[in-house]
T-cell receptor, first 115, second 113 residues
Framework: NAGVTQTPKFRILKIGQSMTLQCAQDMNHNYMYWYRQDPGMGLKLIYYSVGAGITDKGEVPNGYNVSRSTTEDFPLRLELAAPSQTSVYFC??????????????FGPGTRLTVL | KQEVTQIPAALSVPEGENLVLNCSFTDSAIYNLQWFRQDPGKGLTSLLLIQSSQREQTSGRLNASLDKSSGRSTLYIAASQPGDSATYLCAVRSMDSNYQLIWGAGTKLIIKP
C-alpha cells in the first residue's frame, strides 16, 4: 500500500497564479482532510470530506477550494495565490471521524512558496 | 475554544537518557489525544492514541499518559537514541470542534550521540 500520496513535493508560485495540490489514498478511507502548517505552528484544518461528493470547510478555508469526485482523490485548489498561503500542506485520511478510535494517516506534504 | 500548548519548544539531551515531553490543553471535554512524530521533509507518523477513558498507552520505548481533568498529557521516551530526533506534536479531538484535530506547535527533540 502506498498510503497517502501528495504531489508535488515542492512548488514556487507567483502572486496571483493558481495551482492544484493533489492527494490520493489507497486505503479506501471515507474521511479525508487538508491541513496547512506554518513555521513553528501546529496544523490547521483547511477543508475536509466525509465521502465522495461531500466536502466542508475547516478552520482556515479562505483562498482554497476542494472537490471529492472519488473516494481515493481529494485535490486542493488555490486560486489567486497570495504570500500568506506560503506554508506546508498536508493531506490526511481516516476510516472514521477524526479521532473516534481511529487514527489519521498523513501524506509527506507539499511545501509551497508564493513570491 | 480549545487550545493546545507544548513546552518546551525545543529540547536537546544526551543519548541514553529518559525524557518527558509535555502537552497541555485548555478544555477537558475531549474524545482523545494523539501524539505524532514529524521528521524534516516528511509527513506525520502517529505514535500513540489515547482515548478519553484511558490513562495511558504504550508502544515499545514510548509511553503516553493522559490526565483529562488537569488538561495534561506526557510522552515518555525511554533510553533515547539519535534516531528519536524529530519534532513531536500532540493533537486533541475536542468535543466542540467538528471533525478537526486541535494541534500543539510541537517540541523539537535532538538526541546527541
Amino acid at each position: 500500500n502506498a498510503g497517502v500520496t501528495q504531489t508535488p513535493k515542492f512548488r514556487i508560485l507567483k502572486i496571483g497564479q493558481s495551482m492544484t495540490l493533489q492527494c490520493a489514498q489507497d486505503m479506501n478511507h471515507n474521511y479525508m482532510y487538508w491541513y496547512r502548517q506554518d513555521p513553528g505552528m501546529g496544523l490547521k484544518l483547511i477543508y475536509y470530506s466525509v465521502g465522495a461528493g461531500i466536502t466542508d470547510k475547516g478552520e482556515v478555508p479562505n483562498g482554497y477550494n476542494v472537490s471529492r469526485s472519488t473516494t481515493e482523490d481529494f485535490p486542493l485548489r488555490l486560486e489567486l495565490a497570495a504570500p500568506s498561503q506560503t506554508s506546508v500542506y498536508f493531506c490526511a485520511s481516516s476510516s472514521t471521524k477524526t479521532g473516534e478510535y481511529n487514527e489519521q494517516f498523513f501524506g509527506p506534504g507539499t511545501r509551497l512558496t508564493v513570491l | 475554544k480549545q487550545e493546545v500548548t507544548q513546552i518546551p519548544a525545543a529540547l536537546s539531551v544526551p543519548e541514553g537518557e529518559n525524557l518527558v515531553l509535555n502537552c497541555s490543553f485548555t478544555d477537558s471535554a475531549i474524545y482523545n489525544l494523539q501524539w505524532f512524530r514529524q521528521d524534516p521533509g516528511k509527513g506525520l507518523t502517529s505514535l500513540l492514541l489515547i482515548q478519553s477513558s484511558q490513562r495511558e498507552q504504550t508502544s515499545g520505548r514510548l509511553n503516553a499518559s493522559l490526565d483529562k481533568s488537569s488538561g495534561r498529557s506526557t510522552l515518555y521516551i525511554a533510553a533515547s537514541q539519535p534516531g528519536d530526533s524529530a519534532t513531536y506534536l500532540c493533537a486533541v479531538r475536542s468535543m466542540d470542534s467538528n471533525y478537526q484535530l486541535i494541534w500543539g506547535a510541537g517540541t523539537k527533540l535532538i538526541i546527541k550521540p
